[in-house]
T-cell receptor, first 113, second 112 residues
Framework: GENVEQHPSTLSVQEGDSAVIKCTYS??????FPWYKQELGKRPQLIID?????GEKKDQRIAVTLNKTAKHFSLHITETQPEDSAVYFC????????????FGKGITLSVRP | ETGVTQSPTHLIKTRGQQVTLRCSSQ?????VSWYQQALGQGPQFIFQ???????GRGNFPPRFSGLQFPNYSSELNVNALELDDSALYLC???????????FGPGTRLLVL
């Protein structure tokens, strides 16, 4: 089955700097890659996703890049703000029916004011 | 915030007991997936329900079972609770055939 790994496990940045979180996946058949943000005690919130027919997607300060050959994808956050502090999870799945998500273990992002 | 709701928010049970968790999907969604999130870990897929039938199961024993109702809401039942079942249980709703899943707030289960 699919295996998703995230690294690093923690990341601390200064407010205003950029943050990059990387994930690797094992199943070359996976073609849908969402990123979720989870604040303490809250639900995972979808922040951006990408499908395998696209190499990059951007939404304001957040972007995701996908390298299918290397089987890795990354979340880029620019101009970080203290409210970006949270746990970020990457996931992978097949699109279509039976689209179960396989998650990484998460990375704790801390943005220092 | 999504329109996915879950109840109860918290639950304390003792080992060996049974528990039922509930999930109401977002309007327009007909598929519900359940995930278990242990402390400090990513969510793990338990199973998915569509058209009131289980459609795919993760690496969980048969004492984890579920139901889906005609209004697309769903239940997760866990029998013979074990200490390791202590976790946050999340449901996610989606439209069949679409990849995007939206999570509910979760039920935090503590097994003593």
């Amino acid at each position: 089955g699919e295996n998703v790994e995230q690294h690093p496990s923690t990341l601390s940045v200064q407010e205003g700097d950029s943050a990059v979180i990387k994930c690797t996946y094992s199943d070359s058949a996976s073609n849908y890659f969402p990123w979720y943000k989870q604040e303490l005690g809250k639900r995972p919130q979808l922040i951006i996703d990408i499908r395998s027919n696209v190499g990059e997607k951007k939404d304001q300060r957040i972007a995701v890049t996908l390298n299918k050959t290397a089987k890795h994808f990354s979340l880029h956050i620019t101009e970080t703000q203290p409210e970006d502090s949270a746990v970020y999870f990457c996931a992978a799945s097949l699109s279509g029916a039976n689209s179960k998500l396989t998650f990484g273990k998460g990375i704790t992002l801390s943005v220092r004011p | 915030e999504t329109g996915v709701t879950q109840s109860p928010t918290h639950l304390i049970k003792t080992r060996g007991q049974q528990v039922t968790l509930r999930c109401s999907s977002q309007s327009g969604h007909n598929t519900v997936s359940w995930y278990q999130q242990a402390l400090g870990q990513g969510p793990q897929f338990i199973f998915q329900y569509y058209r009131e039938e289980e459609n795919g199961r993760g690496n969980f024993p048969p004492r984890f079972s579920g139901l889906q109702f005609p209004n697309y809401s769903s239940e997760l039942n866990v029998n013979a609770l074990e200490l390791d079942d202590s976790a946050l249980y999340l449901c996610a709703s989606s439209t069949w055939g679409a990849e995007t899943q939206y999570f509910g707030p979760g039920t935090r289960l503590l097994v003593l």
